[in-house]
């Protein structure tokens, strides 16, 4: 099929046939692989790339990281791409067979980036009209999007009026949780600082005091040659040239021993300025922990008020029709998606606050009416028609699906669910067993491994142990945590990798690290927690600009989703993982207090609640009708961005993430998932 070239200088819209080509600005994954052309053998691994541009007789391909041999292969030109072109909600993949018109290296190093024209050779004429109609779709959203909130606006007008009261009792709560949050965090970050530099103190005087008694034990040397040179003066006061170097000796000496008299005079100075440096922050700190104490007398109310009005907001989304939670309320491409991860963190939240009918109505899908591919559960359903919204299959959604399972059985003494958790753990050891080290791969149709995804399993299959007494889920454990110990765990830096051969900085894999784990195992495995935890502070740990609902900027101190300092966006705090860190750093309070070593849980006890007020300073009032008007977090402090991991941050700042909301309560109420409380 002759094709007009998806080159860079075809990009500009006045040179571009718009009855042929359309820009997309949708971006949707393709897999492709390179094929001898004339054996129509394979020359390559299958390879994963992004669309840029999209035409009725070709796409423009975004490639990272194409190894040496490709790139000649690719600047040959002879090579043809079988490609399978995942294109968003809709369920076959698309097949195609396409030439290389055109490639363009627009990133050098590693990782490099390719952009590739492709013309198709093969494609089945549906396959390109459908691909054809999502880009004309994705053009038309907008215009009817505006016709759609038209007629919203003119509907929620009427329900406002209604909720009007609740609202303003509600904003006017979150304004006080915002406020005292703020001061709290204030607070709670001075304190850590006057520990901080009491410390550094403390070290600089231990430091002192030892260049002080080398400098002692100088002086005495050097007095014991003085004198010694005073002896021998008097026994060869005979032997004039003896004697002169006696008295340069002498000389020097005393030169030297009034030096080290002026350090240690000095050394004294300091000391005596820095043991009253730290009389003073010892009062500070007296100062500043009293007015915490006052301050929290008015804000734990308020913030009790707050989760109990986050827990009512995630029971507000949940269909009466599917049992299903909303996963993101403000953005329109997901707000009927219920993603499969999001409901069981739902389904926790409902079993951690004892509301059982909540809990039972989404494990009841799962359990009657959730359609299974490839033997497990998508990754994603409609909330209000129960159908499949994603049509992916990964290990971890499935695995959470089972710890919401088995938590739900553990907390309410009820076997009904527990099939669950067995079915998907019985799917998992199966796919485990097709790897010679027993990893679990993302998913039946994914090669690449995910540590967060083996984590994940190495939780379910101790619960499920505990609750069944079965040995294969012991064994299955067991196997999971020698490949974690072989596979994850990067000595060099001391922190998880992201996963098999991607040492890629992941925050989630480090909270989950401590969870799963626990301290205590982590360092018989030879795995610092210690170090873990450092180190995603160190890496991981921004502070942004946030802008609240009344319009007042913020600085908001939280965890990113990885190392940022790369990516264009900056950094981004991301409430969901925020919250992980924070029920990491509970359970490292936890183990310093069982081993009595009290200094340091309470160095982690004030880092908890530190970061947990910083989070809630972003607690929002939910506008949508849905919502009700009660708070609630946002995903993350920006919007439709890269998470730096392959997929983007959700839209709407301004409206709530179950996943978000979800881990706020569970740092609140110190619960962690991945073990049976």
Same mark, same amino acid.
């Given at each position: ?118 013309s198709f050779l093969q494609i089945d004429p549906k396959d390109s009209k459908r691909i054809y109609f999502h880009a004309t779709r994705v053009i038309l959203t907008p215009a009817i999007i505006a016709i759609f909130f038209f007629f919203l606006v003119s509907g929620l007008a009427y329900f406002y009026s209604a909720g009007f009261k609740t609202r303003a009792e509600n904003i006017k709560l979150i304004q006080e949780l915002n406020q005292l949050s703020a001061k709290k965090a204030e607070l709670e970050k001075k304190i850590m600082e006057l520990d901080k530099e009491h410390e550094e103190i403390g070290d600089k005087i231990a430091l002192n005091e030892g260049k002080i008694g080398k400098y002692m034990i100088r002086i005495k040397d050097l007095e014991k040659i003085a004198t010694d040179a005073d002896t021998k003066d008097k026994l060869i006061a005979y032997l004039k040239e003896d004697k002169e170097k006696t008295k340069m000796v002498m000389k020097h000496v005393l030169y030297q021993r009034a030096r080290f008299d002026r350090k ?279 502070? *942004? %600009? &946030?802008?609240? $609902?009344?319009? +007042?900027?913020? =600085?908001?101190?939280?965890? #990113? ?27 490292? *309070? %936890? &183990?310093?207090? $069982?081993?009595? +070593?009290?200094? =340091?849980?309470?160095?982690? #006890? ?72």
């Amino acid at each position: 099929m002759a094709t007009k070239d998806l080159s860079p200088k075809n990009k500009d819209p006045e040179n571009v046939e718009h009855r042929k080509y359309i820009r997309l600005n949708v971006i949707f994954p393709v897999e492709f692989q390179f094929i001898d052309p004339e054996t129509s053998g394979s020359i390559s691994e299958i390879k994963q790339g992004f669309t840029k541009d999209v035409g009725k007789g070709g796409i423009c391909l975004e490639v990272n990281n194409l190894e040496e041999g490709l790139e000649q292969v690719l600047k040959e030109g002879r090579a043809k791409l079988d490609l399978r072109l995942h294109v968003p909600l809709t369920r076959p993949e698309t097949k195609a067979i396409a030439k290389i018109a055109w490639h363009e290296k627009v990133k050098s190093g590693y990782p490099n980036k390719y952009l590739i024209g492709l013309s198709f050779l093969q494609i089945d004429p549906k396959d390109s009209k459908r691909i054809y109609f999502h880009a004309t779709r994705v053009i038309l959203t907008p215009a009817i999007i505006a016709i759609f909130f038209f007629f919203l606006v003119s509907g929620l007008a009427y329900f406002y009026s209604a909720g009007f009261k609740t609202r303003a009792e509600n904003i006017k709560l979150i304004q006080e949780l915002n406020q005292l949050s703020a001061k709290k965090a204030e607070l709670e970050k001075k304190i850590m600082e006057l520990d901080k530099e009491h410390e550094e103190i403390g070290d600089k005087i231990a430091l002192n005091e030892g260049k002080i008694g080398k400098y002692m034990i100088r002086i005495k040397d050097l007095e014991k040659i003085a004198t010694d040179a005073d002896t021998k003066d008097k026994l060869i006061a005979y032997l004039k040239e003896d004697k002169e170097k006696t008295k340069m000796v002498m000389k020097h000496v005393l030169y030297q021993r009034a030096r080290f008299d002026r350090k240690v005079e000095n050394l004294n100075k300091e000391n005596r300025y820095l043991k009253s440096r730290v009389s003073k922050l010892s009062d500070q700190k007296v100062s500043t922990e009293d007015s915490l104490k006052d301050l929290l007398s008015s804000f734990n109310p308020i913030e009790e008020k707050n989760i109990s009005s986050m827990f009512q907001w995630i029971k507000n989304h949940q269909s009466r029709r599917t049992g299903l939670v909303t996963s993101f309320e403000g953005d329109k491409d997901l707000e009927e998606w219920g993603f499969t991860y999001d409901q069981s963190l739902a389904c926790q939240c409902f079993t951690l606050m004892g509301d059982e009918d909540s809990a039972k109505a989404i494990l009841d899908f799962y359990k009657d009416k959730a359609e299974r591919l490839e033997g497990a559960f998508a990754n994603a359903y409609d909330s209000y028609t129960g159908k499949v919204a994603e049509y992916s299959v990964h290990c971890g959604p499935n695995v959470w699906l089972g710890i919401a399972a088995a938590q739900y059985t553990r907390k309410f003494k009820n076997e009904e669910y527990l099939s669950i958790a067995e079915d998907i753990a019985g799917w998992l050891i199966a796919l485990q067993r097709q790897d010679k080290e027993f990893g679990l791969r993302g998913g039946p149709k994914f090669k690449w491994f995910s540590t967060e995804h083996n984590l994940d399993a190495y939780a379910l299959f101790g619960m499920l142990y505990k609750l069944t007494e079965d040995d294969r889920y012991l064994e299955a454990q067991n196997r999971t945590l020698e490949w974690l110990k072989k596979n994850s765990f990067n000595r060099l830096e001391g922190r998880m990798n992201r996963g098999k051969g991607d040492a890629t900085i992941a925050t989630d894999t480090f909270a989950w690290a401590i969870a799963a784990l626990g301290p205590g195992l982590l360092k018989e495995s030879n795995m610092d927690p210690d170090q873990i935890m450092d180190f995603a502070e160190i890496n991981c740990l921004v502070t *942004v %600009d &946030y802008i609240r $609902q009344d319009g +007042e900027k913020v =600085k908001v101190t939280g965890f #990113d989703f990885g190392k940022y300092e790369h990516i264009a966006r900056g950094g981004v705090v991301s409430t969901e993982w925020t919250g992980q860190m924070i029920v990491s750093f509970r359970i490292m *309070v %936890d &183990y310093y207090k $069982q081993n009595r +070593e009290f200094n =340091k849980a309470e160095y982690y #006890d004030k880092k908890a609640d530190f970061y947990l007020s910083e989070i809630e300073k972003m607690v929002i009032v939910s506008p949508s009708r849905i919502g009700q008007g009660q708070g609630c977090l946002p995903y993350a402090s920006q919007e439709d961005v890269d998470t730096g991991h392959g997929w983007r941050i959700a839209n709407g700042t301004r409206t709530g993430s179950t996943a978000g909301t979800s881990y706020t309560i569970f740092a609140k109420y110190n619960y962690n998932p991945m073990v049976l409380n």
